[in-house]
């Protein structure tokens, strides 16, 4: 079974500070997907990246980035200088191949979010 | 750019009472989901669907909850009749390829 915890519950940082949401994983499959999404106060889930098992290149879109290690079954988000606008719920999920029928189907198994506060 | 759209945004219903929850997905894309949020927790895995059928599904997907593709651009998650812990957003979610979802914004359910 799947598992993800993220055990920052809340993060209160001031405008312009780097901060790091953390990400642990657990799958018996060598095969899985990674994901962030980010929900605003407003409520929908937005979208903020995929990274499959066999890529462990860090990515950096912008003032986000993500640092992917399988040796400790983490996928790290880290936002640098940090703006009001960040502030969010930010959720780390999983999709692995555990589904019963194997049609492929599966869902995404999401961490229990990390609020993140930024003051100005 | 195309969207996941659901109605209604916000749905009030009596216990006991049956509710539809309607997701229009993405017209391209094959497959199809729905997730729950009670407010203030993780978002939930209830149910997939692919080939016109439940493709997999959590605990929480009970027998009254009902997943259909009615024709061929809504798909519909009916709660039999509902409790007051079934209180929640309910997000659909839809994709092409597996796990490459796109989430629609969500009805919040309110079960007095």
């Known amino acids: 079974a799947q598992k993800v915890t993220q055990a920052q519950t809340e993060i209160s940082v001031v405008e312009k500070e780097d901060v790091t949401l953390d990400c642990v994983y657990e799958?018996?499959?060598?095969?899985?997907?990674l994901f962030w999404y980010k929900q605003p106060p407003s409520g929908e889930l937005v979208f903020l990246i995929r990274?499959?098992?066999?890529?462990?290149q860090n990515e950096i879109s912008g003032r986000y980035s993500w640092n992917f290690q399988k040796s400790t079954s983490s996928f790290n988000f880290t936002i640098t200088a940090s703006q009001v606008v960040d502030s969010a719920v930010y959720f780390c999920?999983?999709?692995?191949?555990?589904?019963?029928?194997?049609?492929?189907?599966?869902?995404?198994?999401f961490g229990k979010g990390t609020h993140l506060i930024i003051q100005p | 750019e195309p969207e996941v759209t659901q109605t209604p945004s916000h749905q009030v219903t009596q216990m006991g009472q049956e509710v539809i929850l309607r997701c229009v997905p993405i017209?391209?894309?094959?497959?199809f989901y729905w997730y729950r949020q009670i407010l203030g927790q993780k978002v939930e895995f209830l149910v997939s669907?692919?080939?016109?059928?439940?493709?997999?599904k959590s605990e929480i997907f009970d027998d009254q909850f009902s997943v259909e593709r009615p024709d061929g651009s809504n798909f519909t998650l009916k709660i039999r009749s509902t409790k007051l812990e079934d209180s929640a957003m309910y997000f659909c979610?839809?994709?092409?390829?597996?796990?490459?979802?796109?989430f629609g914004p969500g009805t919040r359910l309110t079960v007095l």
């Open positions: 979610a839809s994709s092409e390829r597996v796990r490459d979802s796109a």
């Open positions: 990274r499959n098992s066999f890529d462990e």
């Open positions: 799958t018996r499959d060598t095969t899985y997907y």
């Open positions: 017209s391209n894309h094959l497959y």
């Open positions: 669907f692919y080939n016109n059928e439940i493709s997999e």
């Open positions: 999920a999983l999709s692995d191949t555990g589904g019963y029928s194997g049609g492929g189907a599966d869902g995404l198994t």
